[in-house]
């Protein structure tokens, strides 16, 4: 994924700020007293974070190699694994931006596949093949380890799934891996090269128009350390109301701390395909560390490995997402 340089953010901001305001006013006031409570709904940082150790394991998960190949099989078997009712593997010869050709494979895996209302928790599982922002430049060429970005979002997701095998919910709860996001151009300005799996699922959506879910949660770079999430800008300007939603759970299970509720910068990424597709979509992703602005200082350099991982952080993001899967009825 991509961060847009705050300079060209300000004014899509501004112009936001004056068209929105006749819409609803709740959302300003984010969580509120009567919604923190002690509880916390269980999901185990230690099994997430083994999840992010084993697909590191792998080696880098670029799209068309054999480490996302090895990947997105473990994938799917701890789908099985957990009860899926149905694990669909969407295969597409892709090409990106530079030539290079492909095999992308999506995993869509769908829990409680009966139930009319659902909720969508998508992250990519393939990682960036170019270390392009190394602070050395022999490295620009090497593919990273992506723990966080790839591997982070994924081990929330499966650790979601184990623990909807333990205690089921009676909504249902569509996850989808996918492959192929970050082989995109961060040196020019095609938004287009990036998300290419998630691209190719929307044109080929497997919901007909009344059975689409309710709102969709994307997971990125939910592991980096001391991470705090800030309300990105793409998925304020689609999926506000799911973005409160999201952030009024993560305080009330103990999390206000982690998520911050006020706006960060924009980022280019799946969610922006799937609220294209019209299911409100929102991005979970540190896009606002103190140090540089936007991404962890590890984002696509060669220290993207599994000691960039805090358990908290993973704690944070998926003990909110669980709370808000059980909020739901
Ligand atoms: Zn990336």
């Known amino acids: 994924m991509k961060f ?100 992308a494979v999506n995993i869509f895996a769908r829990f409680n596949k009966s139930a009319t209302k659902r909720i969508l928790l998508l992250a990519h599982y393939d990682t960036r ?31 979601v799934a184990r623990q909807l095998s333990i205690t089921p919910v009676e909504i249902g709860v569509d996850m989808l891996f996918v492959d192929a996001e970050d082989y995109g151009d961060s040196h020019s300005g095609d938004e287009s090269s990036w998300a290419l799996g998630t691209q190719y699922w929307v044109n080929h959506m497997p919901y007909s128009k009344n059975e689409l879910p309710a709102f969709g949660i994307l997971l990125d770079i939910v592991g980096g350390v001391g991470a705090k999430f800030y309300r990105e800008y793409h998925s304020e300007l689609y999926a506000r109301a799911i973005n409160t939603k999201v952030w009024t759970a993560a305080r009330a299970c103990g999390f206000g701390q982690q998520f911050v509720n006020s706006q960060a910068g924009a980022v280019t990424d799946d969610h922006i395909h799937i609220n294209r597709a019209g299911i409100p979509c929102i991005d979970i992703i540190e896009c606002n560390n103190p140090s540089t602005g936007s991404f962890p200082p590890t984002w696509h350099t060669l220290a993207d490995d599994i000691n960039s991982i805090d358990r908290q952080s993973l704690l944070s993001v998926g003990s909110t997402v669980m709370q808000v899967i059980r909020n739901e009825k």
């Not at 006749?22 to 984010?30: A, E, F, H, L, W």
């Not at 990947?71 to 295969?91: H, N, P, Y």
């Open 4 to 103: 847009m340089f705050i300079s060209s953010i300000i004014a899509l901001v501004a112009a936001f700020a004056c068209t929105s305001q006749s819409g609803s006013t709740s959302d300003n006031q984010g969580p509120t007293a009567d919604t923190v409570s002690a509880y916390r709904p269980t999901f185990d940082a230690d099994t997430a974070f083994a999840y992010v150790k084993a697909q590191t394991d792998f080696g880098p998960r670029v799209a068309g190699s054999e480490g996302n190949r090895q990947c997105r099989e473990w994938i799917a078997a701890k789908l099985r694994q957990f009860g899926a009712d149905t694990i669909e593997m969407q295969s597409a010869d892709l090409r990106a931006f530079n030539g290079d050709k492909f095999k």
């Open 129 to 159: 093949p170019w270390a392009d922002e190394d602070p050395d430049p022999a490295n620009h060429t090497k593919p990273i380890p992506g723990a966080n970005d790839g591997g982070s979002g994924v081990a929330v997701m499966l650790e």
